[in-house]
T-cell receptor, first 118, second 113 residues
Framework: DGGITQSPKYLFRKEGQNVTLSCEQN?????MYWYRQDPGQGLRLIYY???????QKGDIAEGYSVSREKKESFPLTVTSAQKNPTAFYLC?????????????????FGPGTRLTVL | GDSVTQMEGPVTLSEEAFLTINCTYT??????LFWYVQYPGEGLQLLLK?????DKGSNKGFEATYRKETTSFHLEKGSVQVSDSAVYFC????????????FGPGTSLSVIP
């Protein structure tokens, strides 16, 4: 079945350590996204990538890094510079389509990774 | 800038009650509007969408109508079930924006038997 997978589901990290969250999709989507979700808040965009080997900062990129070496994969690294990394992290990809069409804007989400810093 | 406002939760309803979750937006252009649902411990799923004024999105008994004059996209369901318990997010995307989706803060719904 096509979809987006994120691993691990739960992740614990000690302060001062970098950690990488995995996101893989087999939907053949060009665009991929990372969001952060905190309790009682909406989603905030960390990074996004419209095409392989290209990515852009979102609203809260500080303390995070990404790579997009393959179309299927968009890993997120939470670095020790991120001051408050404990959160739920969601990866998404966007369906292809013509600009302005109904399918152009729709994002599909993975199940998320809950990161806790100890 | 663009923004989405939702009614504060949590909302608690009895099974078969009528549901309304209010959503209003601010946008400079003519956005597409979405409702996403997040079940406990899971990622978001698209529930319904509308791409232009007066469009009605519907899915699984939920409906929302794009009201440009009131900049609203309220979510409704005539008879909720326990399985509808989740967090609901209203969102918008400007058609002129390549990739920016603005999400509201989410409204938690609990349906009790």
């Amino acid at each position: 079945d096509g979809g987006i997978t994120q691993s691990p589901k739960y992740l614990f990290r000690k302060e001062g350590q970098n950690v990488t969250l995995s996101c893989e999709q087999n939907l053949n989507h060009d665009a991929m996204y990372w969001y952060r979700q905190d309790p009682g808040q909406g989603l905030r965009l960390i990074y996004y990538s419209q095409i392989v080997n290209d990515f852009q900062k979102g609203d809260i990129a500080e303390g995070y890094s990404v790579s997009r070496e393959k179309k299927e994969s968009f890993p997120l690294t939470v670095t020790s510079a991120q001051k408050n990394p404990t959160a739920f992290y969601l990866c998404a990809s966007r369906s292809p389509g013509l600009a302005g069409s109904d399918t152009y804007n729709e994002q599909f989400f993975g199940p998320g990774t809950r990161l806790t810093v100890l | 800038g663009d923004s989405v406002t939702q009614m504060e939760g949590p909302v608690t309803l009895s099974e078969e009650a009528f549901l309304t979750i209010n959503c209003t937006y601010t946008a400079t252009g003519y956005p597409s509007l979405f409702w996403y649902v997040q079940y406990p411990g899971e990622g978001l799923q698209l529930l319904l969408k509308a791409t232009k004024a007066d469009d009605k999105g519907s899915n699984k008994g939920f409906e929302a109508t794009y009201r440009k004059e009131t900049t609203s996209f309220h979510l409704e369901k005539g008879s909720v079930q326990v399985s509808d318990s989740a967090v609901y997010f209203c969102a918008l995307k400007e058609k002129t924006s390549y990739d920016k989706v603005i999400f509201g803060p989410g409204t938690s719904l609990s349906v009790i038997p």
